[in-house]
């Protein structure tokens, strides 16, 4: 698979990677652990080199399964994770709030370590900003990570320009992890111009818009009761309804490329920048695989002038999250 670096100053990873959120937790019952640490395997051997983890997912128990499928890859893979969540002692809920005091932060470095089983972490996000916590000593405690070698790589998830400027000159930012894709293009007004100044890679995720990209869910789709997409504004019978044109024109340009929607989606996250990562999740070899295969479907340029052309012109209806949880982001 090709590669790309993140930023000036990151990894060099494949240049589609691997969110594994899924492979535990937040779409519907967990899939079985065994066969998800196989998956992770195969990715590994399809050319996948960059895994994304959280100790909020599940919680803990996403970084123990990326810890224990990636031990034999240790030397070959990326592994993000991230803080700044305070989690349920009891593990019955993902988090009760947000927490990143430099104390938090140290506390939940050594527990990803040792779930992880790795002597540092490649990549540790502020999962959400904390507005009770200055970015800068939030940046100064990873920074302590970092000299005292726990910790190789800061970034930052959902936050807004100038925090993210704030943050970079503390310690220097590697990545930022934003949703972004087709349906959710907030990052393009600010956001991408920051980090393109700064240096700074982007891992845009859910960059199939929490599956509804790919064309396989419409406005008749149901969701387990376990599956967080039913309580979100843009997946409403009458929202993917509605935003089923944004998978038409996928379709089309897919049709011509003999390529899926999915792969045009993420051909065409590719092609915004040379520093993009997108981190598509999946619980199913066949995806893995059609995910992996759009690193090489070619955009020209009168292809993305007609999907942007075309994209301006629908109004992707319903918002990305809940109120009380959309206000966690950008800030």
Request: charged share 25%; net charge negative; glycine share 10%.
């Amino acid at each position: 698979m090709q590669e790309r670096r993140l930023g000036t100053r990151g990894q060099e990873v494949s240049a589609v990677g691997l969110g594994c959120m899924g492979t535990t937790s937040s779409y519907g019952p967990a899939p079985d652990r065994q066969e998800m640490i196989s998956l992770l395997r195969q990715a590994v051997e399809l050319g996948v080199t960059f895994f994304d983890t959280a100790e909020a997912y599940g919680p803990f128990v996403n970084e123990e399964l990326v810890g224990a499928a990636l031990t034999p890859f240790r030397d070959q893979v990326v592994i993000a994770t991230k803080f700044g969540f305070a989690l349920d002692p009891a593990g019955q809920r993902e988090s009760v709030g947000v927490d990143s005091r430099a104390e938090h932060i140290k506390e939940v470095a050594e527990g990803s370590l040792k779930r992880l089983d790795v002597d540092a972490i490649d990549l540790f996000y502020q999962h959400r900003v904390d507005p009770d916590v200055p970015i800068e000593e939030v940046a100064g405690a990873v920074r302590d990570l970092i000299q005292e070698g726990k910790v190789k790589h800061f970034g930052l998830s959902e936050a807004a320009a100038g925090t993210i400027r704030r943050a970079h000159a503390v310690q220097p930012v590697t990545a930022v992890q934003s949703e972004y894709s087709l349906w959710t293009r907030g990052p393009e007004a600010e956001v991408l111009p920051t980090l393109e100044e700064l240096g700074i890679g982007f891992v845009p995720f859910s960059p199939l818009g929490r599956g509804f990209l790919t064309g396989k869910i419409d406005a008749h789709t149901t969701f387990d009761s376990s599956d967080f997409r039913a309580g979100l504004p843009r997946f409403t019978p009458q929202a993917r309804e509605a935003n089923q044109a944004l998978v038409d024109l996928l379709r089309t340009i897919g049709d011509r490329k003999g390529a899926t929607p999915a792969q045009i989606a993420l051909a065409w996250l590719l092609a915004q920048r040379p520093w993009i990562v997108p981190i598509p999740g999946t619980t199913k070899l066949e995806r893995l695989e059609e995910n992996i295969g759009a690193a090489e479907v070619g955009l020209t340029t009168e292809d993305l002038a007609e999907i942007d052309g075309a994209a301006s012109e629908i109004r992707v209806e319903g918002a990305r999250y809940p109120e009380h949880l959309e206000r966690m982001t950008g800030r």
